[in-house]
């Protein structure tokens, strides 16, 4: 009975192609969390601008040429809506 001895070429396998490398997970990470922050700062802008339309008087809004229909209807969206 003989033994078959199986070698391993490294050159055909490569581990790197099987493992994704760390640094390309940590990098989507940071990116996955940096659009978060992005919209959350963008949603927490809207929101500080819309307050900021609410307490202009009316004719502050005839100076900007925005009537108060439009800023009540500017009032109605939520923070996520543009």
């Not at 940590?26 to 929101?47: D, I, K």
């Not at 609410?54 to 439009?70: C, F, P, Q, T």
């Amino acid at each position: 009975m003989s033994a078959q001895v199986k070698h391993f070429n490294l050159a055909q396998h490569s581990v790197s192609e099987s493992v994704e490398p760390l640094y390309v997970k940590l990098n989507r990470y940071l990116s996955e969390w940096a659009v978060l922050v992005s919209l959350v700062r963008l949603w927490r802008l809207r929101a500080a601008q819309r307050r900021q339309l609410a307490s202009l008087d009316d004719r502050l809004l005839k100076d900007i040429g925005v009537s108060r229909y439009e800023v009540n209807a500017e009032l109605q969206k939520y923070f996520w809506q543009p």
